[in-house]
């Protein structure tokens, strides 16, 4: 679960980024693509269409805020499939069938959350939010009890400033399969990815680790401290 946790940061962050970026980003393609009769209606149109799908999302996170019961649960399903049914090719409906996706993971319907996902990949992502869906992916497939096809996607994917996190995912993978060797060869060099990018692993990644090479995990503590 720490990982999810670390992966739904990740997600809050890009789409913090596009409420940011996002609008100037829309206003620069109208520019570019606005020659000739008609540019400022298609411009105006998709600026409303961005601020009418950023509105219905923010509405679609203040009630992920507040899932306590079964009826807000169903509010922010209903909210996110109308961003998705309403603005289709927005980066806005990506997010929104992220949400999805987790959603049908904490009920246990990994069946559903892949098709969410697979909607977010044909729909034509950003890099960010392309990697971190197949991230996802990968671990659906394996919760689905198929570990050997979460590393297929994990493998074919370019996985960018995210490798710690792939190779973290592949060591569970691994861990799944009873390839223990593998498994920590994956998370070793997490660990050392996190390092050297001044981050550190996580407490998860070495809680997986310590548990698998205690001594080894004890000594590199050890030389953290000195």
């Keep these: 679960m720490e990982s999810y946790r670390t992966e739904e940061e990740q997600v809050e962050a890009l789409r913090k980024w596009w409420d940011e970026n996002g609008r100037s980003t829309l206003l620069a393609i109208a520019l570019a693509l606005g020659v000739g009769f008609g540019w400022q209606g298609w411009q105006k149109h998709q600026v409303n269409m961005a601020g009418e799908a950023s509105a219905s999302y923010d509405a679609m996170l ?3 805020r507040n899932t306590a019961t079964d ?3 169903s509010t922010v399903r209903h909210l996110a499939e109308g961003i998705k049914a309403d603005y289709p090719g927005t980066t806005y409906a990506q997010f929104a069938a992220l949400h999805l996706a987790r959603l049908a993971m904490l ?3 990994p069946d559903v959350a892949e098709a969410e996902l697979r909607w977010v990949l044909t729909s034509n992502p950003e890099d960010e939010i392309r990697i971190l ?5 990968a671990r659906v497939k394996a ?3 198929n570990p050997q096809g979460g590393l297929e996607i994990l493998k074919s994917a370019t996985p960018g400033a995210y490798e710690a996190a792939f190779l973290e995912a592949e060591g569970d993978m691994y861990l799944q399969l009873d390839q223990t060797a593998q498994a920590i060869s994956a998370y070793e060099q997490a660990t050392a990815l996190a390092a050297a990018a001044g981050v550190g692993a996580s407490a998860a990644l070495q809680q997986k680790l310590g548990a698998l090479t205690p001594i080894a995990a004890r000594e590199s503590a050890d030389a953290v401290e000195e």
């Design 62 to 64: 203040d009630a992920v």
């Design 71 to 73: 009826e807000d649960v």
């Design 107 to 109: 009920e246990d319907q």
């Design 133 to 137: 869906t197949e991230l996802r992916l």
């Design 143 to 145: 919760a689905q009890g």
